[in-house]
Nanobody, 124 residues
Framework: QVQLVESGGGLVQPGGSLSLSCVAS????????MGWYRQVPGKQRELIAT???????DYADSVKGRFTISRDNAKNTVYLQMNSLKPEDTAVYYC??????????????????WGQGTQVTVSS
């Protein structure tokens, strides 16, 4: 089973930037699709960015144009660059290792594969 460790969260002012990292171990990272989720208390965990093994990416409308997902297979790491942050981006951010449905071009999460999460707080 894959193990995931997120890092890079913190407190940032509105309009600022943060870069999150997620290191994976225990699987063949290069063949996995990866996703970033976020969750605020009382709400469902939200999928915000995905990247498949070929490097194709997709974003939720709420972060499109502001966030960038990328991966470095040599380092078994997926990144989330977050720019123009808003207070509504405040959440715990999680990465997930999953599969890819090439027919529907959709991410297939492994709900048993989560890191501990990293808190992002956007506030002045």
């Amino acid at each position: 089973q894959v193990q995931l460790v997120e890092s890079g969260g913190g407190l940032v002012q509105p309009g600022g930037s943060l870069s999150l990292s997620c290191v994976a171990s225990g699987s063949i990272f290069s063949t996995n699709a990866m996703g970033w989720y976020r969750q605020v208390p009382g709400k469902q965990r939200e999928l915000i960015a995905t990247i498949n093994s070929g490097g194709s990416v997709d974003y939720a409308d709420s972060v499109k144009g502001r966030f960038t997902i990328s991966r470095d297979n040599a380092k078994n790491t997926v990144y989330l660059q977050m720019n123009s942050l808003k207070p509504e981006d405040t959440a715990v951010y999680y990465c997930n290792s999953g599969g890819w449905d090439s027919y529907y071009n959709a991410y297939l999460p492994d709900f048993g594969s989560w890191g501990q999460g990293t808190q992002v707080t956007v506030s002045s």
